[in-house]
């Protein structure tokens, strides 16, 4: 059989493999399956029948395949049900390696956030998307850095001759990595998000694959974005009420000293901060221990109900 398979991905998420002719002409197209496995089985199938084997019986035999869920319902599954932004890349990334596809069989996802202050999240859904991200930490250079960066779409077909991460390309060829496609989410300044495809072979993601992987990333970035509110939300109201908490055993340590000393409030703070001063302790933890020595009570806990 004259021509070459390739993998991919259509508009509709739907996985599907096609028969090119050597210039390059869709010869044939098969029916979705339910992931890219299924998708190679069906093609070492062809293969096998080669001249017999028609693809478009498979547009027939894919129907018994469990259906692809519909990605935004599976999106919002999968934010509604992780609890730490954390889970929810996790299982992000292993979604966008299931639906996203490509010629190399060992390809690998990652997805990358970057806050201010904050330590980035990284998931990997194999060890070469993995390593690329190392290296870019050890080089401080590579395409998803610099996708993040100037958010736009970068692609390397082959990292060997790529001079515009040149410490970076050699080694990265030494740990497998040939082509590589990083695409930036989208999510709310200060923040930044990176999705990125690696494979081990040179060519490895044709245009159907990127315009697949941008419009994953679309879906994506709009979880995605939720998700950093609920977080950010989440996290401002666990500051509020333990700042809450502070201030009630700071107030009442200064109950203490107004009484100890028969002062104001104003002059009960000054005492109290020069004292946390002269200790180098945080004022709250002093506070702590003024109460504390007079309750008896060591473990000082003042708690508010939401």
Not at 79 to 88: A, P, R, T, V, Y
Not at 161 to 171: Q, V
Not at 223 to 246: C, G, K, P, Q, W
């Amino acid at each position: 059989m004259a021509g070459h398979f390739e993998l991919f991905t259509d508009d509709q998420f739907q996985i599907r493999f096609q028969l090119l002719a050597p210039d390059g002409r869709v010869l044939a197209v098969s029916g979705p399956f339910g992931d890219k496995h299924a998708a190679a089985a069906a093609i070492a199938e062809v293969r096998e029948c080669a001249g017999t084997g028609l693809i478009k019986n498979h547009c027939e035999t894919a129907t018994l395949a469990i259906p692809k869920p519909d990605l935004a319902v599976e999106l919002e599954d999968l934010m509604l049900n992780n609890g730490k932004l954390e889970d929810f890349v996790e299982n992000l990334t292993a979604v966008a390696a299931n639906t996203v596809t490509c010629v190399s069989p060992d390809s690998a996802c990652s997805i990358t956030i970057s806050r201010p202050k904050k330590q980035p999240i990284t998931a990997w859904s194999g060890p070469l998307a993995r390593s690329l991200d190392q290296l870019e930490d050890n080089f401080k250079q590579g395409p998803n850095l610099t996708a993040m960066t100037e958010q736009c779409t970068v692609h390397t077909s082959d990292l060997t001759g790529d001079d515009r991460w040149p410490g970076l390309a050699g080694s990265a060829t030494e740990h497998g990595i040939r082509s590589c496609v990083s695409i930036p989410l989208e999510v709310e300044d200060p923040s930044r998000a990176v999705m990125s495809l690696t494979a081990v072979t040179s060519d490895a993601f044709s245009r159907h694959d990127i315009q697949a992987a941008r419009a994953f990333a679309e879906h994506a970035s709009k979880m995605l974005r939720s998700a950093l509110r609920i977080t950010d939300l989440t996290e401002t109201v666990r500051n509020l009420y333990a700042a809450l908490e502070h201030r009630a055993v700071i107030e009442s340590a200064l109950g203490v000293v107004m009484g100890q000393n028969n002062c104001d409030h104003d002059t009960a703070f000054n005492i109290l901060r020069r004292a946390a001063g002269s200790r180098q302790m945080k004022l709250r933890d002093l506070a702590a221990a003024v109460v504390a020595s007079v309750s008896g009570d060591s473990d000082i806990v003042v708690h508010f109900d939401p």
